[in-house]
């Protein structure tokens, strides 16, 4: 994984959601350089999708992310130092899936947003002895 994110990066994530999920209405995004590229603007339009850009210094504008980030940084970026790129991705992703599937959310009536699914026991079915 890199620290930057290029045009042709963003092309190829949009492409494989798009087959996915769909062709969103609108596609949000800050005015980042790999957003603006010529070659997104172009990608995003030729699917029959939009743009809707955040304006420079907006952060209400993108309200979801803001709260993201705040969360991410005062959870766990203010109280670690990083000595490898590795050990941050390693942290990183341990902190979103702690937050994505255990971490109870208050505006979801305290239940983490994509639970992790927990089959009983008793619910498996158990499999043949190999002889």
Known sequence: MNRKLKAVDVTDMLSDLFILRGIPGHIRSNNGSEFVAKAIRERIGSVGARTA?????????????????????????????FYTLREAQVTVENWRRHSN?????????????????????????PRPALN
């Open 53 to 81: 850009y955040i304006e420079p210094v907006s952060p209400w504008e993108n309200g979801y992310c803001e709260s993201v980030n705040s969360k991410l940084r005062a959870e766990l970026l203010k109280g670690e130092i």
């Open 101 to 125: 599937t255990v971490r109870p959310h208050s505006s979801l009536g305290y239940r983490p947003p994509a639970p992790a699914v927990m089959v009983h026991a008793s619910k498996l079915t």
